[in-house]
């Protein structure tokens, strides 16, 4: 089975640019996370989405951050514009079954640099 | 707000020793827990996940013990080798409803050979 794709892997845009980053999570999976992850910090939710339906974005920087589902499948998160502290990784996972953790499956990330 | 918090942040261990990695949780309000690997670089890749009902769990090397009452999760990794060397992270998932899992900061691990 195919895994999590993520892309770009790597990204460096000057500050007030802005920035997107895409996932496509494994076929079938209707949960879809998107996590910061700071340098030396664990991940940080951002936005839980089931189907193509926002569960959770508590967390989301929405002055400034907005993500989207198409179709439930394939999602974009963007950041517009950018901060220094947006610096981090951003992580996408996948699972079937929400909110339980079970069969998580996360992506290699998209490292952003904002400079 | 459920916190979790990893001890050490870091370690050091020549090749063959045994190891014990901690994590504690504040809420003990969870449905269960799971322990992730991460390599540079990479994303996460889940290595064991325990039920809130459950004790333990244990995968080759690798056994995580879990005191849901006391709030803590061990995570034992024996006759360490220098491929086991990455962060090791701790989360959970709360028992009430459609939560997100929770992340600790890590351990990262080094095993020299």
């Known amino acids: 089975e195919a895994g999590v794709a993520q892309s770009p892997r790597y990204k460096i845009i000057e500050k007030r640019q802005s920035v997107a980053f895409w996932c496509n999570p494994i076929?079938?999976?209707?949960?879809l996370y998107w996590y910061q992850q700071i340098l030396g910090q664990g991940p940080k939710l951002l936005i839980q989405?089931?189907?193509?339906?926002?569960v959770d974005d508590s967390q989301l920087p929405k002055d400034r951050f907005s993500a989207e589902r198409l179709k439930g499948v394939d999602s974009t998160l963007k950041i517009q514009p950018a901060k220094l502290e947006d610096s981090a990784v951003y992580l996408c996972?996948?699972?079937?079954?929400w909110g339980r953790g079970y069969g998580y499956t996360f992506g290699s990330g998209t490292r952003l640099t904002v400079v | 707000k459920q916190e979790v918090t990893q001890i050490p942040a870091a370690l050091s261990v020549p090749e063959g020793e045994n190891l014990v990695l901690n994590c504690s949780f504040t809420?003990?309000?969870?449905?269960?827990l799971q322990w992730f690997r991460q390599d540079p670089g990479k994303g996460l890749t889940s290595l064991l996940l325990?039920?809130?009902?459950?004790r333990e769990q244990t995968s080759g090397r690798l056994n995580a013990s879990l005191d849901k009452s006391s709030g803590r999760s061990t995570l034992y990794i024996a006759a360490s080798q220098p491929g086991d060397s990455a962060t090791y992270l701790c989360?959970?998932?709360?028992?009430?409803?459609?939560?997100?899992?929770?992340f600790g900061k890590g351990t990262r691990l080094s095993v020299i050979a």
């Open positions: 996972a996948s699972s079937l079954d």
């Open positions: 809420d003990s309000a969870i449905y269960n």
């Open positions: 325990i039920q809130s009902s459950q």
């Open positions: 989360a959970v998932n709360l028992d009430s409803g459609n939560t997100p899992l929770v």
């Open positions: 076929s079938g999976h209707a949960t």
């Open positions: 989405f089931q189907n193509n339906g926002v």
